[in-house]
């Protein structure tokens, strides 16, 4: 993202641009299927982007013999779970263009789960979230869950009964990633600016983390300068992890794009919910542009802060430095902001966000510029092929926009550009450290 009137500097990521070539390479040539003619017999080719409207629509119609959907990205078909034998219900699938699938959980059952994990294994270091590829809970414990935590977790999932959950352990441990992707600064944090919006009132804002927002009031685009944005909303943690943050200036130029590195930004035309099985790229300081999939819904997690509800979970890689960043599609779909997770971009792990469609309806904003923005100064959208291999690398030459120049603590050009990279500068900041040790001081 970015707002014009800051200045840009010269620079590279100083982490993770192994991952970030092969993610730039996969997002730039916008390879994405159309969907079949309407007399093609047979489940609808659909691009991933259609696919949660999609299962929205059949989860509507099938009431309680609807038990979740995925995308199949091979295929690019939506799966639908069908619980019972109902032979109007597959029907009714095939004819919206999806696959039915028998499975023995529905939806409703899932949640009604889930909700008995709530009330008894609420448990710092742990995380569920429905998985429809697998008709059960994906019941996760990070590596601080031992003992009668561990044995209290285990109880509760096997009182659900059969086939309902299965519990998988993490190598790391559950944190939110506060020092962020896109460079913003406030009361000693780091953390990142997700996408700029337009607030209610018609003011130029953005959206970041919550758990930024409710560690500092007033954020600025370099270390120790002066503030351009105060926080008008925080949620975290409860019912998300998002912030609606407004520019202090109503004539910043707020421009609606991602910059994925070079100079090439996609840009960011819609929000969107997000499918199981939906390939999804995430951008930030630490470790670039990195790609995955969309592996769960409604996820809950236990954070050392508290517990945070309706979380999207993937298995795209982030570390500390990511969090308030871009999650988004390859089509220009923003998707979710950066709220936290386990593991690093050399082991994998878990990651979550916050959905960017329930952030903008709980704020009143709305995707794209405010007052003051132009059209935008992008170099390159998504589907332009890069004229040189170095184009296609965030890593690689000046990056210009939206979480590109990165050079210290120094100038952002905007939704987090110029930044500091792996190393630079970390900073813990006023409810911002969780304990684990993940968020270093400045210097």
């Known amino acids: 993202m970015s707002h014009k009137r800051i200045p840009k500097r010269k620079a590279a990521i100083a982490a993770g641009s192994v991952a970030a070539l092969g993610a730039a390479a996969l997002l730039l040539p916008n390879a994405n299927a159309s969907q079949t003619d309407a007399k093609d017999a047979g489940p609808k080719t659909l691009k991933a982007a259609d696919a949660s409207d999609l299962a929205s629509l059949l989860a509507t ?57 709530r009330t008894g294994a609420t448990i710092p270091g742990t995380a569920w979230s429905v ?35 299965t519990v998988k352990r993490s190598a790391g441990t559950f944190k939110t990633f506060v020092d962020g992707g896109d460079a913003i600064f406030g009361g000693g944090a780091r953390c990142s600016l997700g996408f700029n919006v337009t607030a209610s009132d018609g003011s130029p804002a953005f959206l970041t983390a919550g758990h930024c927002g409710v560690a500092a009031k007033q954020w600025s685009d370099t270390q120790d300068g002066a ?20 520019y202090d200036d109503p004539n910043t130029q707020a421009n609606s794009v991602v910059n994925v590195g070079n100079g090439q930004t996609v840009a960011i035309n819609q929000a969107a919910d997000a499918a199981v099985g939906q390939q999804v790229f995430r951008m930030g300081s630490t470790t670039g542009l990195n790609d995955g999939n969309v592996t769960g819904l409604d996820a809950t997690v236990n954070y050392p802060e508290g517990t945070v509800t309706g979380l999207i979970q993937t298995d795209v890689c982030a570390e500390p430095g990511d969090s308030g960043g871009s999650l988004f599609t390859q089509d220009g779909s923003a998707i979710g902001l950066t709220s936290g997770g386990s593991g690093d971009c050399t082991v994998g792990g878990e990651t979550f966000f916050q959905p960017v469609t329930t952030a903008l309806t709980a704020t009143g904003a709305t995707l794209g510029a405010g007052a003051g923005a132009g059209a935008g100064d992008a170099s390159a959208t998504a589907g332009a092929e890069p004229s040189d291999p170095a184009a296609s690398d965030p890593a690689a030459g000046d990056q210009s926009g939206a979480g590109a120049d990165q050079s210290g603590a120094g100038d952002q050009s905007g939704a987090g550009a110029e930044q500091s990279g792996a190393a630079g500068d970390n900073q813990s900041g006023t409810g911002a450290d969780d304990g684990s040790g993940m968020v270093s001081s400045n210097g």
């Open 61 to 117: 119609q099938l009431g309680d013999a609807y038990g979740g959907a995925y995308y199949d990205a091979a295929k690019k078909q939506v799966v639908v779970n069908v619980v019972g034998d109902n032979s109007n219900v597959v029907d009714a699938v095939k004819k919206a263009g999806a696959v039915p699938r028998s499975v023995d959980n529905s939806l409703a059952a899932l949640k009604s789960a889930a909700r008995t994990l």
């Open 131 to 165: 998985d429809p590829k697998t008709n059960q809970l994906r019941v996760t414990a990070d590596s601080t869950v031992t003992g009668a935590n561990w044995n209290k977790l285990t109880s509760t999932v096997g009182s659900l009964g059969s086939g309902m959950a």
């Open 227 to 246: 503030p351009i944005a105060t926080v008008d909303q925080a949620t975290f943690p409860g019912d998300g992890d998002f912030s609606l943050v407004k």
